[in-house]
C-alpha cells in the first residue's frame, strides 16, 4: 500500500484482511466508535493528500454500507470501516485465554496467580516468540497483551487461560509438543503449505513427530453450553444460496420495513437504512410491545429462510457443516477445548457431528415449539431410528438502536449442539 495511504490509516486502529484480500486487492478493516464518521475523516484526508478514490456497496465486505476504493495501475486498496462495540470486545477476551497460554508454554511459565500471570506477560520479547505465524500478528499481540486489563472479564479469562495452558502441559507429556501457534489472522504451515483459512483452530500444536492438530477454544462454566458455531445470516445464507439473501429482504420489507421507509431497494443500505434506524429507535422508545412484535415477526421470516436454506440442498449443507462446526480437515485434525475456572475438558458435540454425517440419507429442519429464537436439524440415518438432531438460534448481538430490527435480516446464527 502506497505511503500515503498508510500514514493516513496509521491515525487508526486498522488490520490488512489477508484472508478478503487478493493479488490485484488489498482490503483492510478500520475500526472505529463512529465508522461513518471516520470514513468521512479518511476520505477528506484521501483528497487533500490529492488521492483519487470512490465509494461503492460491497455486501461481501461490509453487508449494505458502502466501502472506499482507491485505484492503482496494478491493485486497488478497500477499506471496509467497521464499528467498535461488542465483537471488538469479544476478540480481547478470546486472545486473552489463545494467546496467553501460548507464550506462557514457549516460555516454559507455571503461573501462581492471575497478577503473577499478567506481570510474565509483559515481559515477553514478542519480537523473538515463534508464537506468531506473522509480523503482523505478532505487532497485534503485542498490542492485545497491553490492553488485557482493559478488559471487563480479565480475571476470569486469564483463570482460562491457566486452564488452556494445563491442557498443553500435559499433552505434552503425552505426546513431546515442538511448538505452538496462534491462529490469529494467519494459519501456520503443515508439510511446506498454508493451512485453509476457514480451519477453526485457534491454536495450532506441532509435534515433535511432524504431525499437526488445531485446537478450538471456548470458554464458560463447567455445565453451561457455548456456541459451536457463531455466524450470521448473511454468512449462512452466501454460503448456501447466496439468491435467497434478495428475497429475504423483499419479504422482510413487505411485513415489516415498508412502515419506516418508501424505498425498497435501499430501505437496509446507506443513509436510508440511518433513517429507518431513527424511527425503529422511535418506536421501541414509545411503544416497545409494538417493537417486539415487528422484531417477532422478522425472526419467524429469519428463521424461516435458514430452514429452507439448510433442506434446499443437503449435501451442500451437510459441507457446510462439516467446514463451519466440526472443522473437518484431512491433514490437520481439530480438537476443541473447552475452559472453565482454571481447568478445561475436551468437548464431543463436534465429534460426534462429524462421524455422523457421513450416514447421513435426509435432513428436516423446523422450528421450536418452545422458543421465538430456536430451530432445530435432524440428520436422519438409514433407518428414522438412526437420528441426530441439531439445535440452532437466531438472535439480536448488537447493543443500542442496531438491536433487534436495527440489525434488519442480519442476525447471529449460532450452533448450540446436540440434542
Known amino acids: 500500500m502506497p505511503a500515503g495511504v498508510i500514514n493516513i490509516l496509521n491515525k487508526y486502529s486498522y488490520e490488512l484482511k489477508e484472508n478478503k484480500s487478493t493479488r490485484t486487492k488489498q482490503v483492510y478493516f478500520i475500526k472505529s466508535s463512529d465508522k461513518n464518521r471516520t470514513q468521512n475523516d479518511v476520505e477528506k484526508q484521501l483528497a487533500k493528500s490529492k488521492i483519487s478514490y470512490y465509494r461503492k456497496k460491497d455486501s461481501g465486505l461490509s453487508g449494505s454500507t458502502e466501502v472506499t476504493v482507491i485505484e492503482y495501475p496494478k491493485e486497488s486498496v478497500v477499506l471496509v470501516f467497521k464499528p467498535v462495540g461488542g465483537m471488538s470486545q469479544t476478540t480481547l477476551n478470546s486472545t486473552i485465554t489463545e494467546l496467553s497460554p501460548a507464550l506462557a508454554f514457549e516460555n516454559n511459565y507455571k503461573p501462581k496467580s492471575v497478577d503473577d500471570f499478567y506481570a510474565f506477560l509483559k515481559t515477553v520479547d514478542h519480537k523473538k516468540s515463534s508464537v506468531y505465524v506473522i509480523d503482523r500478528d505478532r505487532i497485534a499481540g503485542q498490542n492485545f497483551v497491553n490492553d ?11 483463570e482460562n487461560a491457566i486452564g488452556v495452558l494445563d491442557y498443553l502441559q500435559k499433552e505434552n507429556k503425552t ?23 476457514k480451519h477453526k ?14 485446537v478450538s477454544l471456548k470458554a464458560g462454566g463447567e455445565t453451561t453450553s457455548e456456541p459451536k458455531l457463531n455466524t450470521y445470516v448473511n454468512k449462512v445464507l452466501e454460503e448456501l444460496n447466496e439468491k435467497m439473501i434478495h428475497s ?12 419506516f421507509s418508501s424505498n425498497e431497494k435501499e430501505y437496509d443500505k446507506g443513509s436510508e437504512r440511518r433513517q429507518v434506524i431513527e424511527k425503529l429507535a422511535s418506536l421501541e422508545k414509545n411503544d416497545v410491545n409494538q417493537y417486539n412484535k415487528l422484531y417477532d415477526i422478522g425472526l419467524d421470516i429469519i428463521r424461516k429462510y435458514l430452514i429452507e436454506v439448510f433442506e434446499h440442498n443437503f449435501k451442500k ?22 475452559a472453565y ?21 435426509k435432513l428436516n429442519a423446523y422450528f421450536s415449539k418452545t422458543s421465538k429464537q430456536d430451530f432445530f436439524v435432524d440428520l436422519v440415518g438409514s433407518k428414522m431410528t438412526d437420528k441426530l438432531t441439531l439445535k440452532f438460534s437466531v438472535r439480536t448481538n448488537k447493543a443500542g438502536d442496531e438491536h433487534k430490527l436495527g440489525q434488519f435480516y442480519n442476525l447471529a446464527v449460532k450452533f448450540n449442539g446436540i440434542k
Not at 511448538?179 to 490469529?184: E, F, P, Q, R, T
Not at 423483499?250 to 415489516?256: N, S, V
Open 148 to 158: 488485557f486489563p482493559t478488559s471487563p472479564r480479565f480475571k476470569e479469562k486469564m
Open 175 to 197: 505426546n513431546k509438543i515442538k511448538n505452538v501457534y496462534w491462529g490469529y489472522r494467519a494459519k501456520p504451515k503443515y508439510k511446506n503449505k498454508p493451512i485453509n483459512d
Open 201 to 214: 483452530g485457534d491454536l495450532f500444536i506441532e509435534y515433535q513427530s511432524g504431525t499437526m492438530i488445531g
Open 248 to 259: 429475504l429482504r423483499k419479504e422482510l420489507y413487505k411485513k415489516i420495513y415498508s412502515k
Open 317 to 338: 449443507t451437510l459441507s457446510y457443516f462439516n467446514q463451519a462446526i466440526v472443522g473437518k480437515n484431512e491433514e490437520v485434525p481439530l480438537v476443541v477445548v473447552k
Open 341 to 361: 475456572g482454571k481447568s478445561y475438558k475436551l468437548l464431543t458435540d463436534e465429534d460426534d457431528l462429524g462421524s455422523f454425517i457421513p450416514k447421513v440419507k
